[in-house]
């Protein structure tokens, strides 16, 4: 599965952005995790179409960002309002056939588009 992301840029604090990812083909789980300089990937908020599209977010960004998608077009989207400095990191797309208990975890995921810039500053 091929994964291209668009979007990220500049804001300043308070401001939103919307990121985009298309994939080549229909995968159980899409998600977008994010990488900060210095520190370990982490899990921002994923999709499972084959749940109903059931959403899941992690604490720092639930109620700021929303993922959503179109399972049929394999289109996967990340709307973030409220961006604070420390959102500030490269933002990847990702898909894989992943477990409910697994999805928080970037190891489970076998397919990655190419990370896209979100810089917020204050």
């Known amino acids: 599965v091929q994964l291209q992301a668009f979007g990220g840029g500049a804001v300043q604090t308070g401001g939103s952005l919307r990121l985009s990812c298309a994939a080549s083909?229909?995968?159980?789980?899409m998600a977008w995790f994010r990488q900060a300089p210095g520190k370990e990937r982490e899990f921002v908020a994923a999709?499972?179409?084959?749940?109903?599209?059931?959403?899941y977010y992690s604490d720092s960004v639930k109620g700021r960002f929303t993922i959503f998608g179109d399972g049929a077009k394999k289109t996967l989207d990340l709307q973030m309002n409220d961006l604070k400095p420390e959102d500030t990191s490269v933002y990847y797309c990702?898909?894989?056939?992943?477990?409910?208990?697994?999805?928080?975890?970037?190891?489970?995921?076998?397919?990655w588009g190419q990370g896209t810039l979100v810089t917020v500053s204050s």
């Open positions: 083909e229909r995968v159980g789980t």
């Open positions: 990702a898909a894989g056939n992943v477990i409910l208990s697994s999805l928080r975890q970037s190891k489970y995921y076998y397919n």
């Open positions: 999709i499972r179409w084959g749940s109903g599209g059931r959403t």
